[in-house]
C-alpha cells in the first residue's frame, strides 16, 4: 500500500484514527479535491495510490490528465487522454486536454494532425469546440451556438469561455485567455470543471497557490 503526505491528510479530515490505508474511493476523493483546491503535486499523489492498489482504473482518471497538465508532464498528460478515450470516445473535452498538453509539447499544429477523433458530443458548443480546435472554426462560432444554447438554460457559455481561452494561451494570446476565463469563472458553474476554470486563471495572473 502506497502512503502519502495527501492520503493521511485525506483520512484525517474524514475522522479516522490511525489511518494506514485508504480505499481506491477515498483516494479518487482526495486527488479531485486536492487538485480543486490548487494542490496539483497532492492531487497526483492521491491519483497515483489509488492507481497502485486498482491498475484497472487508468481510464477512467481524465482529472488524473489535467493534474498532469498543471503538473508540465506532457507525456503522461497525452497518454491518460488517450487511455480515456477507451471508455469515452465520444467527449470533446477530453480531445481537447490532449491537445493542449501535446501542443504544449510539440506546438499547436503538430497536435491538430494528432488531434484525437471523437463521436457525436451532444451537449451544446462541444462541436463548435472541437472544429476550433481542430483548426476549422472560430471562437465566434462556439460563443454563438452557446449563446442559443443558454437561452434554455445549459452550461454553453460557461465552456465555450472555458475552452476558447484554454486554447488562446496556447495561441500565445495571453491577454485573449484571461478575458475568456474570467467570463468562465464569472459563470459560477458549480462543477469540477467550474474549479479548473478558477485555477487556471489564477495561475494565469500568477496568483495561484504553488505546491
Known amino acids: 500500500m502506497i502512503c502519502s503526505a495527501a492520503v493521511v ?17 477515498q483516494l479518487l476523493y482526495g486527488g479531485d479535491q486536492h487538485l480543486r483546491a490548487g494542490r496539483v503535486e497532492a492531487a497526483l499523489e492521491a491519483y497515483d495510490a489509488a492507481l497502485a ?65 471523437v463521436g457525436p458530443d451532444p451537449r451544446p458548443a462541444l462541436a463548435e469546440v472541437y472544429a476550433l480546435y481542430a483548426g476549422r472554426g472560430s471562437a465566434e462560432e462556439v460563443l454563438a451556438a452557446a449563446e442559443v444554447a443558454d437561452r434554455g438554460g445549459s452550461s454553453a457559455r460557461f465552456y465555450a469561455h472555458l475552452y476558447i481561452g484554454l486554447l488562446r494561451e496556447i495561441e500565445g494570446a495571453e491577454d485573449e485567455a484571461e478575458t475568456h476565463l474570467a467570463k468562465a469563472v464569472e459563470q459560477e458553474f458549480p462543477h469540477f470543471m467550474g474549479d479548473v476554470a478558477r485555477l487556471h486563471l489564477d495561475r494565469l495572473r500568477g496568483t495561484a497557490a504553488r505546491d
Open 9 to 25: 491528510a485525506l483520512l484525517s479530515l474524514s475522522g479516522a484514527a490511525q489511518p494506514e490505508a485508504a480505499s481506491s474511493g
Open 53 to 117: 492498489q486498482r491498475p484497472e482504473l487508468l481510464p477512467q482518471l481524465w482529472q488524473r490528465g489535467i493534474a498532469l497538465y498543471y503538473a508540465g508532464r506532457w507525456d503522461e498528460c497525452t497518454a491518460q487522454f488517450e487511455a480515456h478515450r477507451t471508455v469515452n470516445p465520444d467527449d470533446v473535452e477530453n480531445a481537447a486536454w490532449h491537445l493542449l498538453c501535446a501542443a504544449r509539447r510539440d506546438g499547436l499544429a503538430a497536435a491538430r494532425r494528432t488531434m484525437l477523433p
